[in-house]
């Protein structure tokens, strides 16, 4: 079973920036789209950028011009660069492959991101 492993959440200030990574257990990591996704308190689970196995990226309209998603593929880790955070990305960030909007494995555990204001 693939494992997904989130890491490099954190508390920051407004206009502050983190960089969160995601390491996962498999084999056919460099050929597949990974997304990460948040789920800020008492909301859905929205999905916030995707890149795929040819290095294609992709933006929700609310972090566009503010987050790079990117990868290693020596690593089988993804990365998102979080700049210019505000207050509404408060949030449990996420990793997953992303399949036709969705995504296809069981969840890791999250990692915490806050920006106070």
């Known amino acids: 079973q693939v494992q997904l492993v989130e890491s490099g959440g954190g508390l920051v200030q407004a206009g502050g920036s983190l960089r969160l990574s995601c390491a996962a257990s498999?084999?056919?990591?460099?050929?597949?789209?990974m997304a990460w996704y948040r789920q800020a308190p008492g909301k859905q689970r929205e999905l916030v950028a995707w890149?795929?196995?040819?290095?294609?990226?992709n933006y929700a309209d609310s972090v566009k011009g503010r987050f790079t998603i990117s990868r290693d593929n020596a690593k089988n880790t993804v990365y998102l660069q979080m700049n210019s955070l505000k207050p509404g990305d408060t949030a449990v960030y996420y990793c997953?492959?992303?399949?036709?909007?969705?995504?296809?494995?069981?969840w890791g555990q999250g990692t915490q991101v806050t920006v106070s204001s």
């Open positions: 498999t084999s056919v990591f460099s050929i597949i789209t």
């Open positions: 997953n492959r992303e399949v036709a909007g969705s995504p296809l494995w069981p």
């Open positions: 890149i795929t196995g040819g290095g294609s990226t």
